[in-house]
């Protein structure tokens, strides 16, 4: 029995039926990507001023061919982006789609994504556009570094007290989205994300609410990179490192944010009866076994910091 790249229930061909009915209820098999990880990137640097995706990994636009039952790279207008495995770091695809997959089972909102496999045999990651709906249509998106005069070069020129002010000048409903951000800097922490920076935060505009996007770049960069230096990309109460739970939760949650003793317990309650099916899918992803053990041991000495 194989075991599926999308939904990781046991298959016996590459994909399960429920995996290929989340790309498309009419989809009956998903053909490799006809690349070597390798070609991917160098397509994808060949491509970079063609196409309207950035960002340091290589990255690929493609659309969903019903027809030829594949994910066709392709310039402009794409529904889906590809990323291969990089020529640095271990596993990335198969770090991001376990954490995305971890971040749903926390309660986050996250696209649609996967892995799929690759002419080499290797996979690679992909993920639904979640600012593209209806045909050719596009919300309205802006990350955290536009929407406070920051780039690139100034992304991580920031910190996570700066972060509410943005909330509560743009978001409809400021109060649940500082709850949706508490809980999603709460996973990044948990899950050795040391590289959430203004630009892997953004607010989206759908039916007239402004909201934070689905979440997007989340992975285990602390176990891809080996020997992290820092927890987090942006400080906080001035430090990036060795943070705590009076770091996070009483004085990011409680005195900053503002957040009720009721929500806060309502947070914790949720690390705690999601704990088990964390694990649980960190033992039956694609990562290999040593990768697992690390993820694991990061999660486990995190979330003894912090309950």
């Not at 970079?48 to 340091?56: A, H, L, P, V, Y």
């Not at 409809?172 to 050795?192: Q, S």
């Not at 009076?246 to 009720?260: A, R, S």
Request: net charge positive; aromatic share 10%; glycine share 4%.
């Amino acid at each position: 029995m194989n075991r599926c790249p999308i939904t990781y229930q046991l298959c016996e061909d590459k994909y399960s039926k429920p995996g290929l009915a989340k790309l498309s209820p009419r989809l009956t098999g998903l053909a490799d990507l006809p690349f070597t990880a390798q070609e991917q990137r160098i397509e994808a640097a060949l491509r970079s001023g063609k196409m309207s995706i950035q960002g340091g990994q290589p990255k690929l636009s493609a659309k969903l061919s019903i027809k030829n039952r594949s994910l066709d790279v392709v310039d402009q207008k794409g529904t889906f982006i590809i990323k291969p495995q990089s020529d640095v770091f271990r596993q990335v695809p198969e770090n991001e789609d376990l954490t995305m997959k971890m971040s749903k089972i926390f309660g986050i909102e996250v696209p649609l994504s996967g892995l799929i496999h690759s002419k080499d045999g290797s996979f690679s990651y992909f993920i639904k556009r979640f600012d593209r709906y209806g045909k050719n249509k596009k919300y309205h998106v802006e990350d955290f570094a536009q929407l406070t005069g920051n780039t690139r070069d100034t992304k991580y020129n920031w910190s996570m007290e700066k972060l509410i002010p943005v909330i509560e000048n743009y978001c409809t409903f400021p109060l649940l989205e500082k709850r949706r951000l508490f809980r999603r800097v709460l996973f990044c922490f948990l899950t050795g994300n040391e590289d959430m920076h203004l630009k892997n935060f953004s607010l989206i505009t759908r039916e007239k609410k402004v909201e934070l996007s689905p979440a997007y770049d989340l992975l285990n960069s602390t176990i891809s990179m080996g020997k992290a230096v820092e927890e987090m990309a942006l400080s906080l109460a001035g430090k990036k490192r060795k943070i705590e739970r009076k770091d996070l939760v009483e004085y990011y949650g409680i005195e900053k944010m503002k957040l009720t003793d009721k929500t806060i317990k309502s947070e914790m309650r949720n690390l705690i009866n999601t704990k088990q099916d964390l694990e649980k899918l960190i033992n039956i992803s694609f990562l290999t076994n040593d990768m697992k053990e690390k993820y694991v041991e990061l999660f486990s000495e995190r979330f003894d910091r912090i309950v």
